[in-house]
Antibody, heavy 112, light 112 residues
């Protein structure tokens, strides 16, 4: 069974950093495009970033370019999102997903 | 960016009646590989997104056949032939032909 478990969310001050992780099971991340999508409180879904099977292709939404870095560890079957220079508008539940399957999400709150 | 505009944003439906959601793109989402890379997601209250339809009209495994996707180029439709109580939630279209991938604003389906 495909499972994705996101972790690493929490409360961080503006300008701070956070690293999200997503543990995958039931499939191999080295064979898949992997994504991060976020949802601000009471708002819709926003695609954030994705990474290709071997980790060499990476794409980002403009609002996070230069601040967020997506990566994957195929040996550990996991996905990560390093988030730097965090802003209030980055407050959201962050979901990791393969496209057809999505994890439960982890909440990131950026506030002083 | 490819902007996806959904309508209606709110959809009250009587149990057992059909429902239809429109999604219009500012650009064609036909990929160079010939696929129309348009997905439909369901998000039930308090849950993660669930993909229902991929590449315009293909149902994901386990999705009831009362859900169907259609359209072409820039105009797309999700239809539910007979709404059931478990269909309550927000529905999103999403294109992944262009970067950044983008979602529609969401359509909230409720039971009358």
């Amino acid at each position: 069974e495909v499972q994705l478990v996101a972790s690493g969310g929490g409360l961080v001050q503006p300008g701070g950093s956070l690293r999200l992780s997503c543990a995958a099971s039931g499939f191999t991340t080295s064979n898949s495009w992997m994504n991060w999508v976020r949802q601000a409180p009471g708002k819709g879904l926003e695609w954030v970033a994705n990474i290709g099977p071997d980790g060499s292709d990476k794409y980002y939404v403009d609002s996070v370019k230069g601040r967020f870095t997506i990566s994957k560890d195929n040996a550990e079957n996991s996905l990560h999102l390093q988030m730097n220079s965090l802003r209030g508008e980055d407050t959201a539940v962050y979901y990791c997903g393969r496209g057809d399957k999505w994890g439960q999400g982890t909440l990131v709150t950026v506030s002083s | 960016d490819a902007v996806l505009t959904q309508s209606p944003l709110s959809l009250p439906v009587t149990l057992g009646q059909p429902a239809s959601i429109s999604c219009k793109s500012s650009q064609s989402v036909v990929h160079s590989d010939g696929n129309t890379r348009l997905n439909w997601f369901q998000q039930r209250p308090g849950q993660s997104p669930r993909r229902l339809i991929y590449n315009l009209s293909n149902r994901d495994s386990g999705v009831p056949d009362r859900f169907s996707g259609s359209g072409s180029g820039t105009d797309f439709t999700l239809k539910i032939s007979r709404v059931e109580a478990e269909d309550v939630g927000v529905y999103y279209c999403m294109q992944y032909t262009h970067w950044p991938h983008t979602f529609g604003q969401g359509t909230k389906l409720e039971i009358k």
